[in-house]
């Protein structure tokens, strides 16, 4: 049975979206044709919804994982205002699952019950010279083991049969310098340039080749650690904000979606249309697809 799941969390990967937006709507058809064909007059976004339910109860991967914690942590606890959510985020050789940015950084490891742990202590140990706070946000089934693979200082979020999530151990705040090769390595090169800018007070007019290596010296140099960690919180927030009024205009279950993925101003008003459209019978004219 996982199968048919698996097929049906596809309706929230990009490509899906993708093409949602552009008006190819058959796989989606093919979703409601396999698991909602005795809902009547059931809505794109109340299909969307209903999916979403489906999986976590039944399924519950990585994106509704994710999904939650953008809900019930960055809408839930803090706000677009002041807060942002990155997602599959660069560290080193590694990618932090999520990351919420406000005053500090926090980030968010997730190990669902199809993950292993065979890679989590070197994970961590990469997030834990750059965030401020780590946690791993874990099924049911890691509850038992996970305190044995992990340093003391990280903190451990389960994910309840409820959907809700419950705290096993808060973090510690980051206790070694803050790692400045992870730090420059994770912004793009019109972030750290600014940063450097901003330690440096004045502009910096280098040849591109010769950039990255002029403000890793300026940042190397720069020894009040908690200063630039302010300041590269805020670099991010400012460059990758969220965008709140597509995030609040689309149905919960694709907050996740929205954050994560890359849409054109164009997709993002067809899909807004659709899934304001009310009836599924616009996806009744659509190709099939096989699932």
């Known amino acids: 049975m996982d199968l048919e799941y698996r097929k049906l969390s596809k309706i929230f990967n990009s490509s899906v ?45 990585e994106y509704i994982y994710k999904n939650l914690i953008a809900t019930k942590i960055l809408l839930g606890r803090h706000s677009l205002n002041t ?9 080193g050789k590694n990618k932090a699952d999520c990351v919420i940015l406000n005053g500090k950084s926090t980030c968010y490891e997730i190990k669902t019950d199809y993950d292993s742990l065979t890679r989590l202590e070197d994970q961590l140990n990469s997030f834990l010279q750059l965030f401020d706070e780590v946690y791993v946000v874990c099924s049911k089934k890691f509850e038992n083991i996970i ?22 151990r808060k973090a510690q705040n980051r206790n070694v310098p803050l790692n400045k090769d992870l730090l420059i390595g994770s912004m793009r090169q019109s972030e750290y340039k600014q940063l450097a800018e901003e330690i440096l007070g004045e502009k910096i007019f280098s040849p591109n080749m010769l950039i990255y290596k002029k403000c890793l010296s300026i940042i190397n140099d720069y020894q009040d650690h908690e200063k630039l960690n302010k300041k590269y919180i805020q670099i991010l927030k400012n460059t990758r904000k969220n965008d709140d009024i597509f995030i609040n205009s689309m149905p919960l279950s694709l907050t996740n979606a929205v954050i994560s993925y890359k849409f054109s101003k164009k997709q993002q008003i067809a899909l807004l249309d659709l899934l304001k459209s009310g009836e599924i019978n616009v996806l009744s004219d659509t190709k099939g697809q096989t699932v």
Do not use: W
């Open 147 to 168: 305190f044995n693979v992990i340093p003391e200082e990280v903190g451990v979020i389960s994910l309840t049969s409820s959907n809700t999530f419950k705290t096993l």
């Open 83 to 91: 807060a942002t959510m990155l997602t599959e985020f660069r560290v």
């Open 17 to 61: 979206l993708s093409d949602m937006a552009t008006g190819d709507l058959s796989y989606i058809q093919k979703v409601s044709q396999q698991f909602f064909s005795h809902e009547n007059n059931l809505s794109l976004s109340e299909l969307f919804q209903k999916s979403f339910e489906i999986l976590q109860k039944n399924y519950p991967n």
